[in-house]
């Protein structure tokens, strides 16, 4: 085997964050009803999927939250008829956690009930004061001399957001105590939908510390995760997702980044606990895919620039100068070989760190032209991460270019 087919086969970036095929935002506006006639105490489901139609509504300028009355009638379905008293049954179970025997409100979401403090949840959130004002002894179903209160989200999601509320949850999370990532898009969606602002805040702050605006943060961070959160590649999915819910633009850049690198997820979806599949809308699909196509040429320039053939001006090997065009020549020739491979992928933000310890076994350079590579490696990922937004078709205001001091 000649000497250049010998790295060529060991040309493969450090993985980084990105496997290998691996304040909260503004509250959208809704106008008071007042009429109560055809309001009900059952709200629908309001699952967020690539599907379902989401508020245009732009973020505010200042950065102010501000607090809204839920068109209740948007979401309802009619009353029963006839109101009955419920039991627990076969069908329908109690939270083992979530049912307090003090509780004065029972929420029954599908086939499990959770009874919980109403004054808890009203002090959180104005939907549920809203819902619970409809629901009085008097006119409603009731379990267990407990006014109930029909949620049709699914359970797993209530269940988070509930664990938040009662204090069952550390939110924040706690270093190295790491949150599953579809628990925290649970949080996201539920505290959006109910305006829970404080669960709000601080979930978002947590998905915006691993989807960041910042490369020394993502430096940091690996492809499963950070100290506060544990995150699988398809999940990026949902994050795409969630920034649109949120009109957090400044998740989008990664989280497109991450969907680049995703094979038959990108198309089939990620399936939910509750049956449901999470899946990028017609545009974002179609961001990824010109996005692939800009991360393939940055990987192409990052890779040739990382390998002119140019010593250092500190060079004190004169036999550099020809390792560093051999280098170049074997980079051309694996370029040629695949143009969509290791050298020239998805992955533009991966450092090539491990790929450049490679080649110095193989054509020893003096200790300042090996710093300068990995000066060069440096140079190459900031640029691109200075680039991503563009990349991505997306436009951030407040995306931290690491090429400026």
């Given amino acids: 085997m000649s000497l ?14 990105t496997p290998s095929p691996n ?16 309001l009900t105490h059952h709200i629908a489901p309001d699952e967020h999927l690539a599907s379902s139609s989401r508020s245009k509504t732009p973020s505010p300028t200042n950065g102010v939250v501000k607090r809204w009355r839920v068109n209740i009638a948007d979401h309802a379905t009619a009353l029963p008829s006839e109101l009955a008293t419920m039991s627990l049954n076969a069908t329908v179970k109690r939270d083992p956690d979530l049912w307090f025997d003090d509780g004065n409100i029972i929420l029954l979401c599908r086939d499990v009930a959770f009874r919980v403090y109403r004054g808890l949840l009203t002090r959180h959130s104005v939907i549920f004061r809203d819902l619970f004002a409809m629901a009085q002894p008097s006119n409603a179903e009731t379990m267990e001399s407990c006014p109930v209160v029909h949620i049709s ?10 664990r938040a509320l009662c204090g069952l949850r550390n939110f924040p999370v706690v270093p190295n105590e790491r949150m599953e990532f579809a628990e925290l898009a649970a949080l996201i969606r539920m505290s959006h939908k109910y305006h829970v602002e404080d669960v709000h805040a601080r979930s978002m702050q947590h998905l915006k510390l691993y989807f960041t605006n ?26 795409v997702n969630l920034a649109r819910l949120t009109h957090t633009d400044s998740v989008l850049p990664t989280a497109l980044y991450l969907c680049c690198q995703l094979d038959t997820e990108l198309t089939a ?3 939910r606990s509750d049956g449901t599949t999470e899946r990028l809308e017609q545009r974002d699909l179609e961001l990824v895919l010109r996005g692939r196509t800009e991360l393939v040429r940055a990987s192409t320039r990052g890779a040739c620039s ?8 500190q060079c004190v090997n004169k036999g550099c100068e020809r390792a560093m ?3 170049l020549g074997m980079m051309l020739d694996g370029l040629q070989k695949d143009p969509i491979g290791d050298i020239a992928g998805y992955a533009a933000l991966d ?8 080649v110095v076994e193989l054509w020893p350079l003096c200790e300042p032209c090996r710093a300068m590579l990995h000066a060069r490696d440096l140079e190459v990922r900031r640029d691109v991460w200075k680039h991503l937004p563009q990349y991505m078709g997306v436009a951030v205001e407040d995306w931290k270019d690491p090429t400026t001091k």
């Fill in 4 to 17: 250049r087919k010998a790295v060529l086969q060991r040309i493969t970036p450090l993985p980084s964050r």
């Fill in 325 to 327: 065009r051999e280098i």
């Fill in 269 to 271: 979806g990620v399936e």
């Fill in 153 to 162: 989200d699914p359970p797993d999601d209530l269940r988070y957001l509930l």
């Fill in 351 to 358: 450092s090539w760190e491990h790929w450049i310890e490679d």
């Fill in 23 to 38: 304040i909260p935002a503004d509250w959208p506006q809704s106008p008071i009803e007042t009429d109560l006639e055809h």
């Fill in 306 to 313: 990382i390998c002119k053939p140019h010593p250092s001006a």
């Fill in 214 to 239: 910042d490369l020394a943060t993502w430096d940091v961070a690996g492809a499963d995760g950070n100290l506060f959160l544990h995150i699988t590649p398809p999940d990026a999915i949902a994050a």
